[in-house]
């Protein structure tokens, strides 16, 4: 199945999340942020229109991003289980 994303909206893979930071120490799940996850952009929206001008989604299909654990729509493509989420809830793209 394919989907075209409309609007502002970003369809993203969760990405497990790290055990073990970049310096070896082994993070505990009790320490992960519960109000956040990592996943991947496979897919982007042309953008909201305001004012008559679209304003562009500020991330690429690739990018790893952070974004809040709310105001997700939950989808199921080709058996794989992906979050269709407003590009408002995006926190940050990890370089």
Do not use: W
Request: glycine share 10%; charged share 20%.
């Amino acid at each position: 199945m394919k989907l075209h994303i409309l609007s502002d909206y970003v369809l993203v893979r969760v990405v497990e999340q790290e055990k073990i930071s970049s310096g070896g120490i082994h993070i505990p799940d009790t320490a992960a942020n519960e109000n956040c996850i990592r996943g991947e952009v496979l897919g982007v929206g042309p953008g909201r229109v305001v004012d008559g001008k679209v304003l562009q989604v500020k991330v690429n299909i690739g990018d790893r991003v952070i974004f809040m654990k709310m105001g997700f729509t939950t989808v199921s493509v080709d058996g794989e289980i992906l979050l269709i989420i407003p590009a408002s809830s995006i926190l940050a793209v990890v370089v």
